[in-house]
């Protein structure tokens, strides 16, 4: 374990400044991230899209903001598609900034679901580390990470097992897992409460399957999240009767977290192998239940009886059994697992030891040269 203080550089999504949402999960890695990482005593250099900001200010946290344009994201591309660099491109301004300060630090940890800072890991001199944010959703993208994976296996780690095996990697991959700030997700014992889903509204995200579980029960559903694709959101609306879903909007976390720990459960219907499923931690974090297909990232996080239920992929019947009997899972259960395995802290000393790997790698290359 490397025990001295590390001066770290970390390399944000170019989809959209860090608090704009278009980031997704990712956003709140980095956040969390950061947070665990000076909580340990450690130094950061963050390099992000201008406009970035972060809920909290520290001495030993430094931001430089990059101007330039949004990489389009791969969540609309099509998987064939080549990779595109706008013009005035903020991508790779981020990484020219990065390797500039790269001497500076003991390493440089990559953000981005891009193709370029995967193939800087090719340059010498600079240790950079990549948390690979997404199943595969491009195959140029699968390319570049197997090619990786294969050349510097201790320099990439996933969120889960699962998402991982979207990409044929030659050793065992490094999970990461994820984590989130205890401080801002208050455990609540409130059983009976709602349904609630959340995440991007977005067809891989499956919403539609928990709507036919709210009209199932007759009751609403309250909904969380950035509505991405407007016409997939108004499909569902005039699908089903009027009224089920409450909208709720991307709301900031303290006031998610409030809502949504009212919750009697959370349920979660990925369509696409969920890298992780941030939004189950977070309803855990507030003692909520999640009932979740057994798809990708949610399929690891629960624990089938203790602090949810996992489903078959579009089992809507199987979402709406697990749904009555929810009160058989203790709210504290879902509290306990949130802080055993998924607070800032934990994710930051996972990512420590990934890093020490990495290093001691290169330590080691050194030492037999
Ligand atoms: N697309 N090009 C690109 N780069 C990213 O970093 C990226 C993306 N699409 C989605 C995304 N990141 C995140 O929302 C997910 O990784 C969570």
């Not at 990484?95 to 370029?116: C, G, K, M, R």
């Amino acid at each position: 374990m490397i025990n001295k203080q590390l001066k770290l550089i970390l390399v944000s999504t170019p989809i959209g400044y860090l608090g704009s949402g278009k980031g997704g999960g990712v956003e709140l890695t980095i956040v969390s991230l950061i947070k665990g990482l000076i909580s340990l005593g450690h130094e950061i250099i963050l390099i992000a899209p201008k406009g970035s900001k972060l809920p909290f200010e520290s001495e030993l946290v430094e931001i430089r903001l990059i101007d330039g344009i949004d990489q389009p994201s791969w969540q609309h591309q099509k998987k064939t598609d080549p990779v595109l660099i706008p013009s005035n491109s903020v991508l790779p301004k981020l990484w020219e900034t990065a390797i500039d300060l790269a001497n500076q630090s003991d390493a440089v940890i990559n953000f981005a679901y891009d193709w370029l800072p995967l193939w800087l890991t090719k340059i010498q001199g600079i240790k950079i580390f990549h948390l690979i944010s997404m199943g595969a959703e491009s195959i140029i993208m699968k390319e570049i990470i197997s090619q990786i994976s294969q050349l510097y296996p201790f320099q990439l780690a996933f969120h889960t097992a699962r998402q991982s095996q979207d990409y044929s990697l030659k050793t065992d991959p490094i999970i990461v897992g994820n984590g989130f700030d205890m401080e801002n997700y208050l455990f609540n014992e409130k059983e009976n409460g709602p349904l609630g889903w959340a995440g991007r509204i977005a067809p891989e995200k499956g919403l539609e399957d928990a709507v036919k579980v709210a009209k199932d029960l007759d009751e609403k559903l309250l909904v969380w999240g950035l509505i991405e694709d407007k016409e997939y959101a108004s499909e569902i609306e005039n699908t089903y009767t009027k009224g089920i879903i409450e909208w709720r909007g991307f709301l900031p976390t303290n006031k998610f977290q409030e809502q949504l720990g009212r919750c009697r459960a959370l349920i979660n219907t990925p369509k696409w192998n969920e890298a992780y499923g941030n939004v189950i931690v977070e309803a855990m974090a507030c003692g909520v239940p999640v009932i979740a297909y057994d798809l990708g990232g949610p399929g690891e996080l629960i624990e089938d009886g203790f602090n949810g239920f996992l489903v078959n992929p579009n089992d809507i019947k199987g979402l709406i059994k697990a749904t009555k009997s929810i009160s058989e899972i203790k709210r504290r259960n879902c509290r306990d697992w949130f802080e055993k395995k998924a607070t800032n802290k934990v994710f930051a000393e996972r990512v420590l030891n990934w890093l020490n790997k990495g290093l001691d790698t290169k330590i080691s290359a050194d030492f037999q040269n």
